[in-house]
């Protein structure tokens, strides 16, 4: 298969298991799904879920979250991990967003990378989900598929996100990255990892990965 094939079928075989992608983390806007995101760091999507509820329903826009302190806020977050520099960020955009912004989140990545604890990754999904704008996050799922499919050199995410983006049409990338993190769950993890079950590995991955996980398996 040439580059342009295997591209196609990744596009082609995704789209057939996920015709319809649900966006994972809970909201409702665009601000509460930038600090889900943000929460999201170093934490499972379905925690995150759990703790946002809670959250919200003291605090769902900038004006009632700068009404907690920080520490309030790191109380609620705990079980999300990092809680310290998390509810500093929480606290410090939602004070930015309504000194700056008119309490409203920006439409701009270069804006939104500038807020605090907000990185490159955090600002993609908010583009990408919330304002519907091409961009092409790159998760620890995605890094994966995309060294397991020998799309990219998996040397790090910026490169990773620099390859889907050259590889995959500009109007796939928003959904595209959804079923790619849907995919690496079900198909694909990192652990428990059984080749029979990831289609797409099992047609274009590279080759020195699975003939390591099926000599791995005989053992």
């Known amino acids: 298969m040439t580059k342009k094939e295997k591209v196609q079928f990744v596009i082609d075989t995704l789209e057939q298991l996920y015709p319809e992608v649900p966006i994972p983390l809970d909201h409702k806007d665009p601000y509460t799904l930038l600090i889900a995101v943000l929460l999201s760091a170093q934490c499972t ?22 009404k907690l302190s920080v520490e309030e806020i790191a109380d609620i977050i705990r079980p999300c991990g990092l ?21 409203e989140v920006p439409a701009d990545m270069t804006i939104l990378e500038t807020l605090p604890a907000v990185g490159h990754k955090t600002a993609s999904v908010v583009m990408s989900q919330a304002f519907n ?37 500009i109007d796939t990338w928003n959904k595209l990255h ?42």
């Open 133 to 169: 704008v091409p961009a092409f996050p790159v998760d620890t799922h995605i890094h994966r598929l995309m060294y397991r499919w020998n799309l990219s050199s998996g040397k790090n995410v910026v490169e990773t996100e620099k390859d889907a983006k050259a590889i995959f049409p």
């Open 178 to 219: 959804l079923q790619m993190i849907w995919y690496g769950r079900e198909y694909s993890p990192a652990r428990g990892w059984k080749l029979e079950k990831d289609i797409i590995t099992q047609k274009i991955g590279k080759k020195s990965l699975i003939n390591e996980l099926l000599k791995t398996n005989k053992q």
């Open 83 to 103: 809680s310290p520099m998390k509810s500093k960020g929480i606290y410090g955009l939602s004070k930015i967003l309504i000194d700056q912004y008119e309490g």
């Open 45 to 66: 999507d379905v925690r995150v879920n759990q703790i946002t509820p809670k959250l919200f329903a003291i605090a769902d826009n900038p004006y009632d979250m700068v």
